[in-house]
């Protein structure tokens, strides 16, 4: 019962995560100074990737730290940010410059999945206090 839930909440994520993928890479094709696929299918793959880690951490661990999951949450978001540190940042910087167009590559992706984590969870987190 668990996996399943699980499995139904993080294909709802990669749903998610998959249009805004679109509708960047539709936007990215309209600007004159884009960026490459390649890069932006890194991004979201990342994130989504993440993201649903900490989704099944948090399920996994709702009877052991049950109330301490919204400090699990936010530590886990916060390690996602130190993720761009190690595997994005020294790429966009090699140049000596982290242009917008850089930011916004990580930026955008991790903000998506970490509003759709959001939603998730807080609804979890909800039907939690039930039991």
């Known amino acids: 019962m668990i996996?399943?839930?699980i499995l139904v909440k993080c294909v709802v994520l990669l749903i998610v995560v998959t249009v805004a993928f679109f509708i960047h890479l539709l936007i990215n094709n309209f600007i004159a100074e884009s960026i490459e696929v390649n890069q932006l299918i890194y991004s979201y793959g990342i994130n989504a990737?993440?993201?649903?880690?900490?989704?099944?951490?948090?399920?996994?661990?709702?009877?052991?730290l049950r109330d301490q999951l919204g400090f699990v949450f936010m530590g886990t978001s916060m390690l996602k940010f130190v993720f761009f540190f190690i595997?994005?940042?020294?790429?966009?910087?090699?140049?000596?410059d982290l242009s917008r167009l850089e930011f916004l590559t990580f930026f955008i992706p991790y903000v998506i999945?970490?509003?759709?984590?959001?939603?998730?969870?807080?609804?979890?987190?909800n039907d939690l206090d039930h039991y």
């Open 87 to 96: 595997l994005f940042y020294p790429g966009y910087n090699a140049d000596g």
């Open 3 to 5: 996996l399943k839930n």
């Open 113 to 125: 999945s970490l509003i759709a984590e959001g939603v998730i969870l807080s609804k979890f987190f």
């Open 49 to 64: 990737l993440l993201a649903i880690g900490i989704i099944t951490l948090i399920f996994l661990l709702k009877k052991k």
